[in-house]
């Protein structure tokens, strides 16, 4: 018997087209949809593309492809035809044989990869060393985090990389501010994180600056040239190039501020349960970045400007002229962007080098791919910039030098907080140690937070709300947790179970809807890895929890009396938690075995 029915049924209508109208038409590009829920049946083909060539009516088509295609598959029991539509009904059989083959195995779903594949580089966090992680970070992390989960659960050879902005005029001007107001504060005087210290001075130079700005206008300075010429900023810019040409000093503040931040980091990202295989610094690579700004010159692809900036002209590419070397040397993003790809490719030979970057940086990779091509590397076109939307609150957006972020680790604070009161509101934790019952709301509050923001189309622009991720009922994270350790607690309490007949069970309606949503699960994630889109494997998740609960209110499982049927649904929910547990993993997200 067939292990995929859809498969099964495009080949056989894809032979029926041939043998009964001559029409040739690939099984892979023959589209069955769900059959709608006021009609009987499974699947779905719509007929009235081939109705022309058949000269038949569209219900003449679909009776004769339907016969065809039940003559020819003894999974199919039967079919209808609703004008157009022609409707599957598959067997029960070919449902209990999925449910006791495949949909039980611990891996269903997952491509494992060969050793042998090209590896995927996937580049996501990528913060600046002048501020702690917020909430627009946490978008970026969950997203490259699942994503790289997603691939590899498409059999794809998956390398997780971050690029550290470990240096430019943002740091300059945290260490500036920590000079000048700091007065040798550290993590340890303070007791704050390193990276929350760094964000804090981050903010006073803005603070310092803004007022300086202002009495430079009062004086009849234009606002452009006050904010050139502000003493601040001034100092800020020498620092940099002090710090480019090697100062001991300027370095060893540098190296010191920094190391609070990665620690910081460092903390975040393992309360967030992400992280990384490699890990490059821009200190590192602005320099080979340097190295391709010069072959671009040396090959004509460049130019310098009179005051000695360096750019690409890329009028003749629909874009401008784009800065690569300020008049005084010093590097931009793009340089160090150029160097990070090019030693990329060298230490991974990748098949893809894809980077998770804010849509406010879409210009910014057309740019960076167009070089990389001018300056003759065929592997130009194997970049990807997988262009996410912004998260705003309620309240706005968030602005880092005004110190109007929410950082990442007061909202994983709160989070756990509303965690902790919406699970005792609902009893969900009284059978629990103290230490077991912590764990929980530390796993539904990162559930939350994961499943909201992962769960929205990454091209869009969110709107998080705290209060609305935490339901446990709806389109949310513990809402799908609480499924499964419902489930954990029906197979556990089943024991073990006997082995499932799959020749003498009737499926009811509720029983047939859940296997259904089961059985789209490969084709879910290899669609899914293709659209870079954890949304769509969360909301698969969502809809086969629903399905399940759907089930549960009206089926009984351990009460029931026939021993084949309760075998069957006892298989049926272990398969759905396993289907849980799998989908939930490659968001990144925990589910719980009791709540």
């Known amino acids: 018997m067939a292990l995929n029915i859809t498969d099964s049924l495009t080949g056989a209508i894809a032979r029926a087209l041939k043998d009964l109208y001559g029409v040739e038409q690939s099984p892979a590009s023959i589209a069955l949809q769900d059959t709608r829920r006021d009609f009987r049946g499974d699947y779905t083909l719509v007929v009235f593309p081939y109705v022309k060539q058949a000269r ?29 539509f022609l409707n599957f009904e598959i067997a029960d059989s070919y449902w209990l ?130 904010k050139r010429e502000a003493p601040l900023m001034v100092e800020a810019q020498q620092m940099l190039k002090r710090w480019e040409e090697g100062d001991k000093e300027v370095r060893a503040l540098w190296e010191k501020m920094n190391g609070w931040v990665y620690a910081g980091f460092d903390e975040t990202y393992d309360r967030l349960g992400v992280g990384f295989d490699k890990v ?42 784009k800065l690569l070397l300020r008049k005084d040397g010093t590097s931009v993003y793009m340089t160090q962007d150029l160097g990070t790809a090019l030693l990329r490719h060298k230490d991974f030979g990748a098949e893809r080098l894809i980077y998770v970057v804010g849509n406010e940086q879409d210009y910014h990779f057309k740019v960076l791919k167009l070089i990389l091509g001018k300056l003759g590397f065929p592997w130009a076109d194997k970049v990807y910039h997988l262009s996410y939307g912004m998260v705003e609150l309620p309240n706005g957006k968030m602005k880092s030098r005004e110190g109007t972020v929410v950082d990442a680790d007061d909202l994983i604070d709160e989070m756990e907080r509303t965690a902790e009161e919406m699970s005792r509101e609902h009893g969900k934790n009284d059978e629990l140690s103290p230490e077991e019952q912590k764990h929980l709301y530390h796993i539904l509050a990162l559930g939350a937070l994961k499943y909201f923001i992962l769960k929205v189309d990454p091209t869009k622009n969110m709107l998080f709300n705290p209060a609305e991720s935490i339901d446990f009922n709806g389109n949310t994270g513990p809402f799908i947790q609480y499924t499964h350790a419902r489930i954990r607690s029906i197979v556990r309490k089943a024991g073990s179970a006997s082995a499932l007949d799959t020749e003498h069970v009737a499926l009811n309606e509720k029983e047939r809807g859940v296997l259904k949503v089961l059985h789209s699960l490969p084709e879910t994630i290899a669609s899914a890895a293709n659209a870079y889109s954890p949304a769509m494997v969360a909301n698969y998740a969502y809809e086969l929890a629903k399905a399940f609960n759907s089930f549960y209110q009206d089926t009984p499982i351990l009460r029931e009396e026939n021993q084949q049927l309760k075998t069957m649904r006892i298989s049926l929910c272990a398969a759905v938690a396993s289907a849980l547990k799998n989908t939930m993993n490659i968001l990144g997200i925990e589910v719980p075995e009791r709540m």
Request: net charge negative.
């Open 56 to 84: 038949k009516s569209p219900e003449a088509v679909a009776a004769e492809i339907g016969e065809a295609v039940k003559a020819a598959l003894p999974e199919v029991a039967g079919y209808n035809v609703i004008k157009g």
């Open 97 to 226: 044989h999925f449910l006791a083959e495949r949909a039980g195995q611990s891996d269903y779903g997952l491509v494992h990869p060969t050793a042998d594949a090209a590896p995927v580089v996937v580049e996501y966090s990528s913060p600046n060393t002048n501020k702690p992680l917020h909430l627009g970070h946490i978008r970026n992390n969950l997203l490259g985090w699942s994503v790289s989960q997603l691939l590899a659960a498409a059999g794809a050879n998956v390398k997780k990389v971050n690029l550290v902005n470990d240096r430019g005029i943002h740091i300059c001007k945290s260490m500036l501010a920590w000079l000048r107001y700091g007065n040798g504060e550290t993590p340890e005087s303070t007791g704050m994180k390193g990276d929350h210290l760094v964000g804090k001075y981050y903010v006073e130079f803005d603070k310092h600056y803004k007022e300086e700005v202002k009495q430079l206008m009062e004086s009849g300075v234009e606002e452009e040239q006050a």
């Open 280 to 321: 490059y610094y821009e200190s590192q690579t602005y320099l080979l970045g340097k190295e391709l700004v010069q072959k671009g010159l040396d090959m004509g692809v460049l130019f310098r400007k009179e005051d000695g900036s360096v750019w690409c002209d890329l009028t003749g590419d629909g874009l401008d002229q």
